[in-house]
């Protein structure tokens, strides 16, 4: 998750508690199946408004630091 956006970062092979994707940086926040299945799905990118509702849906919250 990057903390400033709320935007969330999946990428299947991430490891450490942070990395760095398009010059921001993104903070482990779970295991990879946190929201459910990603199947074949190696990366993806999620906006603000998609990844509060993607948490949301699967019990968590996203609260960015910034707006």
Known sequence: MN???GNLYFHRDS????MTY??????????NN???SMKDILL???NF???????Q?????INPIQV
């Open 22 to 31: 398009n010059e921001q940086t993104y903070t482990h926040i779970g295991d």
């Open 57 to 61: 849906k699967h019990g968590y919250s």
């Open 15 to 18: 490891v450490g508690q942070q």
């Open 44 to 46: 993806k990118l999620y």
């Open 3 to 5: 903390e400033s956006t």
């Open 34 to 36: 946190m929201f459910g």
């Open 49 to 55: 408004e998609e990844s509060a509702s993607l948490a």
